[in-house]
């Protein structure tokens, strides 16, 4: 096994057709299908099926790939360091659930340490697709939370994809709510108060269990309730509607304007906000930093 089949596996599993990867390899299609098949046949497992619509892998492959791309990612960091003359270029990609305090955090991290290149991404995404992007290897690190509703799975699908959690923060639920909320004045908001009020939760997709929910409300029944997609919407339906959504008390105000506003909700139950990643893992510098500032934030 060579890196340069780690480049090919990656390349083909990107394109979906040997065609198309071997043409941004600059090399024949007959020679990377003949390299593929040494590959698959000194591993003893097969990385992609191969049909008339194209490639796919298989769920061998997609275990093989997350490793390859670990391997080339820390042989271009290595080549960059010592054998290129010019800067570094980064790389880190992340994904999230729909936080406010990741952006910020992203933010510092890209005003403060980043370099003069870099290739960054910062996904906001459904929680199931989170973890596949850490499974897969398209994000070194996943920032979701846990509850006691829905650790026992959520664990459970971590583990059978070799993942852990990092805890970074507990605290107890919130909801996020207009500042001219007919509830804005109360120090704490009780389930029975929000009743006449439509309630606000992200649209999970395929895994839309109330398991992989972003809210610890999702197990109660909602007189009224929509369903949205991304932060910009749910905070706008907030503000036109009177509408309520739950969060971790913890909302950077010169990234949402000033007129949403947390309060404590009567809830017996605790929220665990922490950072997914691949088990042994090696960390990147620009994730050990990323790291750092998220928790400035989540500590105050």
């Known amino acids: 096994m060579t890196l340069?089949?780690?480049?090919?596996?990656?390349?083909?599993?990107?394109?979906?057709?040997?065609?198309?990867?071997?043409k941004v390899l600059y090399i024949s299609q007959p020679s990377l299908t003949n390299a593929m098949h040494d590959l698959e046949n000194d591993l003893g497992i097969q990385l992609f099926i191969r049909n008339n619509k194209g490639i796919?892998?298989?769920?061998?492959?997609?275990?093989?790939?997350?490793?390859?791309?670990q391997v080339i990612e820390q042989v271009v960091l290595l080549e960059d360091k010592y054998l290129n003359k010019e800067p570094e270029k980064q790389y880190f990609h992340i994904s999230a659930q729909h936080y406010n305090f990741a952006v910020r955090a992203f933010i510092d991290l890209v005003q403060?340490?980043?370099?003069?290149?870099?290739?960054?991404?910062?996904?906001?995404?459904?929680?199931?697709?989170?973890?596949?992007?850490v499974k897969n290897g398209r994000s070194e690190l996943g920032i979701l939370y846990l509850a006691d509703f829905n650790k026992k799975v959520i664990m459970r699908t971590l583990k059978e994809y070799n993942l852990t959690f990092t805890e970074m923060y507990t605290t107890?639920?919130?909801?996020?709510?207009?500042?001219?909320?007919?509830?804005?004045d109360r120090d704490l908001i009780r389930m029975e108060d929000l009743e006449p009020y439509?309630?606000?939760?992200?649209?999970?997709?395929?895994?839309?269990s109330f398991y992989f929910a972003e809210e610890v409300l999702s197990t109660f029944q909602h007189k009224k309730s929509i369903r949205v997609t991304d932060r910009a919407?749910?905070?706008?339906?907030?503000?036109g509607l009177n509408g309520y959504t739950p969060s971790a008390g913890i909302y950077i105000e010169?990234?949402?304007?000033?007129?949403?506003?947390?309060?404590?909700?009567?809830?017996?139950?605790?929220?665990?906000?922490?950072?997914?990643?691949?088990?042994?893992?090696?960390?990147?510098?620009?994730?050990?930093?990323?790291?750092?500032?998220?928790?400035?934030?989540?500590?105050?």
């Open 4 to 22: 340069q089949q780690l480049k090919y596996v990656i390349a083909i599993a990107e394109k979906g057709s040997i065609n198309e990867a071997a």
């Open 56 to 69: 796919r892998v298989t769920n061998k492959g997609e275990e093989f790939l997350r490793y390859a791309r």
């Open 112 to 133: 403060e340490y980043g370099p003069d290149e870099y290739d960054l991404a910062l996904s906001e995404k459904k929680t199931y697709d989170i973890i596949e992007d």
């Open 172 to 184: 107890k639920p919130y909801i996020f709510i207009s500042a001219r909320h007919p509830l804005a």
């Open 198 to 208: 439509p309630y606000i939760y992200f649209e999970q997709g395929e895994s839309n």
């Open 233 to 239: 919407t749910c905070f706008n339906l907030i503000l």
């Open 254 to 300: 010169e990234l949402g304007g000033g007129d949403l506003i947390c309060k404590p909700l009567a809830l017996d139950e605790t929220i665990h906000i922490g950072a997914i990643a691949m088990k042994d893992s090696v960390r990147s510098e620009i994730g050990r930093k990323y790291l750092e500032f998220l928790k400035k934030y989540l500590i105050e």
